[in-house]
């Protein structure tokens, strides 16, 4: 059973701190991640992908990969109120189907 | 580009009717995808689809079923409707080779009681 494991929070932060969201994956074959936000009834919106070791920067959000430690994680930058939502980590196990599957997810509130 | 529709938005069902989640996608992508969210929780995959007249189950496949008759319909059937499928549904679509993001549809809403 692949697995993708997450802290389902909630994560609290101040406004302009940095949040840092982790996520573990049990699949070692697994080549490519993915960030989702999914705001409160709301469906989820990639903000970040990342299939290489170490960080990909994109604004305030940086996402880091460790596929020996099988470690992702995101951190975002000076985070703002309208950064509070749920994070989804999603691991692609099979690139010829695009199948992902999704951690549980972990909210963040960034408190003014 | 309207993206990814789901209908309805909202639906509750009684124990052992019967009903289809509608998906549309005006992107012509060939890869389609069925999940589920529970409270709380991330999204499991229900059923998937590469290509029109192609689909396979995901991780929670039983008490639904699917078809792709065309590339932009991918049909979601509840045969039987249980208490344990009370969930938001989302559909899913990406091109495939020329893209990994999954591009989401906004989801129904269903209670089954």
């Known amino acids: 059973q692949k697995e993708v494991e997450q802290n389902s929070g909630p994560l609290s932060v101040p406004e302009g701190a940095i949040a840092s969201l982790n996520c573990t994956y049990s699949d070692r074959g697994s080549q490519s991640f993915f960030w989702y936000r999914q705001y409160s009834g709301k469906s989820p919106e990639l903000i970040m992908f990342i299939y290489s070791n170490g960080d990909k920067e994109d604004g305030r959000f940086t996402a880091q990969l460790n596929k020996a430690s099988q470690y992702v994680s995101l951190l975002i930058r000076d985070s703002q109120p309208s950064d509070s939502a749920t994070y989804l980590c999603?691991?692609?196990?099979?690139?010829?189907?695009?199948?992902?599957?999704f951690g549980q997810g972990t909210t963040l509130q960034v408190k003014p | 580009n309207a993206g990814v529709t789901q209908t309805p938005k909202f639906r509750i069902l009684k124990i052992g009717q019967s009903m289809t989640l509608q998906c549309t996608q005006d992107?012509?992508?060939?890869?389609m995808y069925w999940y589920r969210q529970d409270p709380g929780m991330g999204l499991k995959l229900i059923y998937y689809?590469?290509?029109?007249?192609?689909?396979d189950k995901g991780e929670v496949p039983n008490g639904y079923n699917v078809s792709r008759s065309t590339t932009e319909d991918f049909p979601l059937r509840l045969e039987l409707a249980a208490p344990s499928q009370t969930s938001v549904y989302f559909c899913a679509s990406r091109p495939g080779t020329s893209g990994y993001e999954q591009y989401f549809g906004p989801g129904t809403r269903l209670t089954v009681t």
């Open positions: 999603a691991v692609m196990v099979s690139s010829n189907t695009g199948k992902l599957i």
């Open positions: 689809s590469v290509g029109a007249g192609i689909t």
């Open positions: 992107m012509n992508h060939n890869y």
